[in-house]
């Protein structure tokens, strides 16, 4: 199961940290990513956070490229978006979801969402 | 930036087959996958690595990939399958992923 929490207005400008709670698999094998859809559109892929054999390393979708940053907790079974500089178009249902591995990497497993609304 | 390209909406009666394709540039050498998501849910994977169908996916969903292009494929469908499907596939490096814009799939 994985559990978004954070979401919320903010103002543009403004930061905000979402968080993901998982449960029920092994946290700390997988690969994590966050996927977001503005209203009414299709879904837009945020980034990427690897596990700890592969150093923790992240990518990022150019949209939110130096603006967002993805973190994990493994003791803590949580994932985490920090988000700075917000602008209006951030505007979405932020999806947390893992990611499994048979000959290549994919999302497998979706959290409900967290609406984030940056608004003035 | 990579893009991956649907038709914005594929319409069948029950009992038909649908096919809702996506074209990107690096999909002959890099897998596509295919998300099922329903009015006000999150999304389902229902076809991964082309042609995989995850457990609890019904046999009427299958994919093919040929060149450029990547179809998803639903034989028999059923009015519960009127979703939005969305491709998702990467870049030619490997390291970003993409969404195509989605498919709305009407079945009536």
């Known amino acids: 199961q994985l559990v978004e929490s954070g979401g919320g207005l903010v103002q543009p400008g403004g930061s905000l940290r979402l968080s993901c709670a998982a449960s029920?698999?092994?946290?700390?094998?997988?690969?994590m990513d966050w996927v977001r859809q503005a209203p009414g559109k299709g879904l837009e892929w945020v980034g990427r956070i690897r596990n700890k054999i592969n150093s923790y390393s992240t990518e990022y979708g150019a949209s939110v490229e130096d603006r967002f940053t993805i973190s994990r907790d493994d003791s803590k079974k949580s994932l985490y978006l920090l988000m700075n500089s917000l602008k209006v178009e951030d505007t979405a249902v932020y999806y947390c979801a893992r990611t499994t591995h048979s000959d290549a990497y994919f999302i497998d497993y979706w959290g409900q969402g967290t609406l984030v609304t940056v608004s003035s | 930036s990579y893009e991956l390209t649907q038709p914005p909406s594929v319409s069948v009666s029950p009992g038909q087959t649908a096919r809702i394709t996506c074209s990107g540039d690096?999909?002959?050498?890099?897998?596509a996958f295919w998300y099922q998501q329903r009015s006000g849910q999150a999304p389902v994977l229902v076809i991964y690595?082309?042609?995989k169908r995850p457990s609890g996916i019904p046999e009427r969903f299958s994919g093919s990939s040929s060149g450029t292009s990547a179809t998803l494929i639903i034989r028999g469908a059923q009015v519960e399958d009127e979703a939005d499907y969305y491709c998702?596939?990467?870049?030619?490096?490997?390291?970003?992923?993409?969404f195509g814009g989605g498919t709305k799939l009407t079945v009536l």
């Open positions: 690096a999909l002959p050498k890099k897998y």
């Open positions: 998702y596939s990467t870049d030619s490096g490997g390291n970003y992923w993409v």
């Open positions: 029920g698999f092994n946290f700390s094998d997988h690969y």
């Open positions: 690595e082309d042609k």
